[in-house]
C-alpha cells in the first residue's frame, strides 16, 4: 500500500527558506510524478508543483521563482524548498500523488500524506 | 488557469436527504479525443487530508459508497449525496486535471447537518 510521510521544521522565519520531505513507502518512486499541494488555514486547495523520478520538474507560475522541487529515489524521498517565506506561505502543506491506471498517471489524487502544517512567523 | 468556482460555500441539510454541490468551470473541461470531463471530487473531513470520491465526472472511486454521485460536462458539474449521513460531514472539493499539469480546486463547500 502507497504511503506518504510529510517532515520538515513546523516554524519558519520571514525571508528564510521553508524545506519539507515527503518519505514514500510501499512502492518504487521511479516512473511516477510526485507533487506537492498545500492548504492555508481554512482555505482551499493550491497545487504547487510535481517531480518526475527522472527529476523534471512542473512548478505552479505562482511561486515558480521561489520553488524548487528534488528526488532521491535511493531513499523514496522527494523535497519542496520555498525560499523568502512570508506569512503567507503558512499553510498544511501535503504531499501526493496521482492515481494510475493503465500505467498513466490520470491528474487526480488518490495517495496523500497527511499534511504538516508549517507556520510562517519571527 | 482554469477557475472552479462551487456553489454554496456552506450547505446544511437533514439526515436522509439528498445533498448537491455545484462547482463551475471558466472554460471547458471536456475533451474531445476520449469525451471524458477531467473533473474529480474531494472529501475532507477536519484534521485529515483529502479523500477522492470521483472522477472523470461521474466514476466512484474504489470504496466510496454509492450514494455518492457525480454528474455534469463541459462547464457545469455536480456532487450529490443523495441519502446524507452523520459521516459526510466534511468540505467538498471539485479539481479541474484538463490543464495538465496546471491543476487547480475549487474554494470548497462545508457540508452540515441541519
Known amino acids: 500500500q502507497v504511503q506518504l510521510q510529510e517532515s520538515g521544521p513546523r516554524l519558519v522565519k520571514p525571508s528564510e527558506t521553508l524545506s519539507l520531505t515527503c518519505t514514500v513507502s510501499g512502492v518504487s518512486m521511479h516512473h511516477y510524478y510526485w507533487t506537492w499541494i498545500r492548504q492555508p488555514a481554512g482555505k482551499g486547495l493550491e497545487w504547487l508543483g510535481r517531480i518526475y523520478s527522472t527529476g523534471s520538474t512542473n512548478y505552479n507560475p505562482s511561486l515558480k521563482s521561489r520553488l524548487t522541487m528534488s528526488v532521491d529515489t535511493s531513499k523514496n524521498q522527494f523535497s519542496l524548498t520555498l525560499t523568502s517565506v512570508t506569512a503567507a506561505d503558512t499553510a498544511i502543506y501535503y504531499c501526493?500523488?496521482?492515481?494510475?491506471?493503465?500505467?498513466?498517471?490520470?491528474?487526480?489524487?488518490?495517495?496523500w500524506g497527511q499534511g504538516t502544517l508549517v507556520t510562517v512567523s519571527s | 488557469d482554469i477557475v472552479m468556482t462551487q456553489s454554496p460555500d456552506s450547505l446544511a441539510v437533514s439526515l436522509g436527504e439528498r445533498a448537491t454541490i455545484n462547482c463551475k468551470s471558466s472554460q471547458s473541461i471536456l475533451s474531445s479525443s476520449n469525451n471524458k470531463n477531467y473533473v474529480a471530487w474531494y472529501q475532507q473531513k477536519p484534521g485529515q487530508a483529502p479523500k477522492l470520491l470521483i472522477y472523470w465526472a461521474s466514476t466512484r472511486e474504489s470504496g466510496v459508497p454509492d450514494r455518492f454521485s457525480g454528474g455534469g460536462s463541459g462547464t457545469d458539474f455536480s456532487l450529490t449525496i443523495s441519502s446524507l449521513q452523520a459521516e459526510d460531514v466534511a468540505i467538498y472539493y471539485c479539481q479541474q486535471y484538463y490543464n495538465v499539469p496546471q491543476y487547480t480546486f475549487g474554494q470548497g463547500t462545508r457540508l452540515e447537518i441541519k
Open positions: 501526493a500523488r496521482e492515481r494510475v491506471m493503465d500505467s498513466a498517471q490520470l491528474g487526480m489524487f488518490n495517495y
